[in-house]
Structures are given as C-alpha cells and as structure tokens.
C-alpha cells in the first residue's frame, strides 16, 4: 500500500536464476518450466492479504468459508519502526506464517524510518548483516523458500527507500541485499522486483538490477483514480497508461520473468477517490492474471487506514460476487 498506516510486522519458491560466474557468487538452481498462462492457474496461485503477523494468519480459516476454498498465498511485511523491529519481526512473523503452509510473499524494507540511513550507506554494504539475520530467520522457521518483496513501490515516494533520491545507489544496494540473503545456508529466496502502478517519481526499468539479481516481476495495482471516471474509463487507464499493465507485462516478457501482482484491489481512500464496489475491475483483473504469465497475486481483502478493499465482509457485494465467480472454490 502506499504510505504504510498500516504498522505489519510483516513467501514460496522456484528455482532460482543461476548467477554468471564472473559475479564470483555461488551457482543456483535455474528455474523451472513456467506453466502456461489460464484462468485456472489464476485461481491456483491466488493469495491474500488479511493484515499483520498472526492477526491475520487468524483470519484464513474464515476466508476459506467465504471464499469456498483455501487460498493459496497469503502476503505481509515487515515492520520499518528500527533495523531491531525488522530483524525480529523476520522471527516473529515467520512463526505465525509458517504454520499456515501457505506460500507467503513478504515485503522487506530497504531502510527503516531512522534519521541515519540512507541509500548510498546500503550500496556500500553498511546493512548486509541486517539482511543475513533477515535471511536466518526465514530459514530457521520454515520459510526458506520465501517470495522477498525488497523495497516494494520503490519508484512513489512514500516510503524511505524511494529510488529516485539515488537511483544508482539504490539498484546497488539491492544487489547487496539479494546477495546477503541469498548467502544464508539453506535459502531458495524469490525475490520480487516490485512497483507500484504507473511511473510515480522514477522510470521503474532506471532502477532494475539486473536479471540475476530478480526472479519475479510484481506490480501492487489498486482501483483508484485522482479524477472521476466510469468502470471501463478507470481500466483503461490502468492498462494503458505508461508504465501500466501493458508495460508491465511487456518488461517481464522481454526479460523472460513471471509477473506477480503481489497487491491489488478495488475499495475506497479516506478521501473518496476510489471505485468501490466495482465489479468490472474485478473482472478485467481476472482476465488479465488469466492472460499472464503469473507467479502469484494477493487481493487487499483488508480495512487499512488509507485504503479499504475488504470483500469478505460484505461491503461490496458487487466486487463480491465478481471475485467468487472469478475465483471462488464450490459454495
């Protein structure tokens, strides 16, 4: 989301790409055949997000009621108070992910909200431990295989890590820490490149670090707009927009990567700007993952402060029954 209101404390596996031997890193497995594109494979691989650490881990069991099946993802993040918070929220949050054995994705900041961090600092491998301790903690507590969402929406400027105040620094310093990560014994990290829709204050393919260092694609979408718009207006500047959908899938493409979309959904802003109960993105959202040469995806289904895509509670009954015809398993 964008500016996190919402205070988690804060993921599953292919085969990693095998990084060039001049890089002087140890080989990884190559990557497994990627199935094809279709609506079942949407349903197959959605997730969602039912808010923090075992809060919303709870929430799963009623989920799967509403949603007559299981899902098979769910997403969080990791706390971005101090380098303390986030290392032991790896700990914390793992422990209540992991029973579920669900996939998780899970977002890692690059740099807490501390007065004395900054980008360059990273690049120079001032934070690696931070990270290797990040690492230990998924292995340790069975989330070896974790999808890592570094930096996510890193081309907007609401969060610490934003790319455009040092683009170089901050490409290298992600290079840091899928390295530091992938140094822990044991590790078959995913990591996922992520940003949020649109160019935002940076060109999203200025900061991309390179096709060994990404194994996934992500884009966090949601179903606003700053201008009121009908149904199909609102879509189309989703998907046409620069640095929209097509964008995004023609940039995974070229570089023969999986897209997630590891955030979307339709709801409201506290200041109105939203389309609500819309079911038309629903189902253009689940076309498009059905075209897609997907990894995984997570609905919002969750009342954050500064956005509202809950459909499990029966506020949007439209978008509702949308996303059960899409998605949902036997009633």
Same mark, same amino acid.
């Given at each position: 989301?964008?500016?996190?209101?919402?205070?988690?404390?804060?993921?599953?596996?292919?085969?990693?790409?095998?990084?060039?031997?001049?890089?002087?890193?140890?080989?990884?497995?190559?990557?497994?055949?990627?199935?094809?594109?279709?609506?079942?494979?949407?349903?197959?691989?959605?997730?969602?997000?039912?808010?923090?650490?075992?809060?919303?881990?709870?929430?799963?069991?009623?989920?799967?009621?509403?949603?007559?099946?299981?899902?098979?993802?769910?997403?969080?993040?990791?706390?971005?108070?101090?380098?303390?918070?986030?290392?032991?929220?790896?700990?914390?949050?793992?422990?209540?992910?992991?029973?579920?054995?669900?996939?998780?994705?899970?977002?890692?900041?690059?740099?807490?909200?501390?007065?004395?961090?900054?980008?360059?600092?990273?690049?120079?491998?001032?934070?690696?431990?931070?990270?290797?301790?990040?690492?230990?903690?998924?292995?340790?507590?069975?989330?070896?295989?974790?999808?890592?969402?570094?930096?996510?929406?890193?081309?907007?400027?609401?969060?610490?890590?934003?790319?455009?105040?040092?683009?170089?620094?901050?490409?290298?310093?992600?290079?840091?820490?899928?390295?530091?990560?992938?140094?822990?014994?044991?590790?078959?990290?995913?990591?996922?490149?992520?940003?949020?829709?649109?160019?935002?204050?940076?060109?999203?393919?200025?900061?991309?670090?390179?096709?060994?260092?990404?194994?996934?694609?992500?884009?966090?979408?949601?179903?606003?707009?700053?201008?009121?718009?009908?149904?199909?207006?609102?879509?189309?500047?989703?998907?046409?927009?620069?640095?929209?959908?097509?964008?995004?899938?023609?940039?995974?493409?070229?570089?023969?990567?999986?897209?997630?979309?590891?955030?979307?959904?339709?709801?409201?802003? =506290? #200041?109105?700007? %939203?389309?609500?109960? /819309?079911?038309?993105?629903?189902?253009?959202? +689940? $076309?498009? &993952?059905?075209?897609?040469?997907?990894?995984?995806?997570?609905?919002?289904?969750?009342?954050? =402060? #500064?956005?509202? %895509?809950?459909?499990? /509670?029966?506020?949007?009954?439209?978008?509702? +029954? $949308?996303? &059960?015809?899409?998605?949902?398993?036997?009633?």
């Amino acid at each position: 989301m964008h500016a996190t209101t919402l205070h988690p404390p804060a993921l599953r596996r292919r085969g990693l790409l095998a990084l060039p031997l001049a890089l002087g890193l140890p080989a990884l497995q190559a990557q497994e055949p990627r199935p094809a594109p279709s609506a079942a494979r949407a349903a197959q691989t959605l997730g969602t997000y039912q808010g923090p650490g075992c809060n919303g881990t709870a929430r799963l069991s009623a989920l799967g009621t509403w949603l007559g099946r299981n899902p098979a993802w769910h997403s969080d993040f990791l706390a971005q108070d101090s380098w303390l918070e986030l290392t032991k929220a790896a700990t914390r949050g793992a422990r209540c992910w992991q029973p579920t054995a669900l996939s998780t994705s899970i977002g890692v900041p690059m740099l807490p909200r501390q007065a004395d961090v900054d980008l360059a600092s990273g690049a120079r491998g001032a934070y690696d431990n931070y990270f290797v301790q990040v690492g230990r903690a998924f292995v340790s507590n069975g989330l070896a295989d974790a999808v890592v969402r570094i930096g996510w929406e890193f081309n907007h400027d609401w969060f610490p890590w934003r790319a455009d105040r040092d683009p170089a620094a901050w490409t290298e310093y992600w290079r840091r820490i899928v390295t530091a990560m992938r140094s822990v014994p044991g590790a078959q990290f995913r990591f996922d490149w992520c940003t949020a829709w649109s160019r935002g204050k940076v060109a999203p393919e200025q900061v991309y670090p390179g096709d060994a260092f990404v194994d996934i694609i992500g884009m966090d979408i949601y179903n606003t707009t700053w201008n009121p718009t009908t149904p199909e207006q609102r879509w189309k500047i989703k998907r046409d927009q620069a640095h929209g959908l097509v964008w995004h899938r023609a940039f995974a493409a070229e570089r023969n990567k999986p897209v997630s979309f590891p955030e979307w959904g339709t709801g409201m802003r =506290p #200041d109105g700007r %939203g389309g609500g109960d /819309d079911p038309y993105f629903i189902e253009q959202m +689940a $076309a498009w &993952l059905a075209g897609s040469d997907l990894a995984y995806h997570n609905y919002w289904d969750y009342k954050a =402060p #500064d956005f509202n %895509g809950r459909l499990s /509670d029966g506020s949007k009954p439209l978008a509702a +029954a $949308a996303f &059960l015809k899409a998605f949902g398993g036997p009633r």
